[in-house]
């Protein structure tokens, strides 16, 4: 398999602050990474598709200015969810696939947003 | 548009018997087919994959699935649960395209195995 890293696992913060979530392809290249969003109980929500060297593509209803990504190499993705509220809180997952291949996908361990 | 569904959120098994985990997708062409399992606080962690070739696929811990085109199923079955296996367990599916292409994941099922 291969591995995705995310970081941080969990993270508390203030209402009107911003938070930074990372991920990173830790023995392969990804040119393109995804980002997740799961409420308890649920499926896996995509909120955008991150792509290296250039603007990510969100899905409808995703308000990109709020939830920003940057692709700036081929094995980092960053989400930062800007002035975050309370009902931002949610379990943000990225996922990878190596490039070339575009069968599965690898998934980070996830970050669980509490927004107080 | 693709779509993935499992018709059952939870599936209870006794441990030592069979398990399966139902999955019907839409999609047009053919699609790459998954499971991942999601254990409590944790990421994804991929199963199996059908690609093509030979329809049933044996994947991690023992699970298998069965594509049958006909049907536009892909369920997940295992001869004999475990307590361990007690987890959320996801199917999805992914166009042909490239690695840009999205996976769709299914509404997701908890499989509950008692002792």
């Known amino acids: 398999g291969a591995v995705v890293s995310q970081h941080p696992s969990w993270v508390i913060c203030k209402s009107g602050t911003s938070v930074k979530i990372e991920c990173r392809s830790l023995d392969f290249q990804a040119t393109t990474m995804f980002w997740y969003r799961q409420f308890p109980k649920q499926s896996l929500m995509l909120m955008a598709t991150?792509?290296?060297?250039?603007?990510?593509?969100?899905e409808q209803g995703v308000e990109k200015d709020k939830f920003l990504i940057n692709h700036a190499s081929l094995t980092l993705s960053t989400l930062t969810v800007t002035s975050a509220h309370p009902e931002d809180s949610s379990f943000y997952i990225c996922s990878a696939s190596k490039d070339g291949r575009n069968t599965e996908a690898f998934f980070g361990q996830g970050t669980r947003l509490t927004v107080v | 548009a693709q779509s993935v569904a499992q018709p059952e959120d939870q599936v209870n098994v006794a441990e030592g018997n069979p398990l399966t985990v139902k999955c019907t997708y839409s999609v047009s062409g053919n699609p790459y087919l998954f499971w991942y399992v999601q254990y409590p606080n944790r990421g994804l962690q991929f199963l199996l994959k059908y690609i093509t070739g030979d329809n049933l696929v044996k994947g991690s811990y023992g699970f298998e699935a069965e594509f049958n085109k006909s049907q536009t199923s892909f369920h997940l079955k295992k001869p004999s649960a475990l307590v361990s296996d007690s987890a959320l367990y996801f199917c999805a599916v992914r166009d042909r395209g490239s690695s840009a292409s999205k996976i769709i994941f299914g509404s997701g099922t908890r499989l509950s195995i008692r002792p």
């Open positions: 991150s792509n290296e060297g250039s603007k990510a593509t969100y």
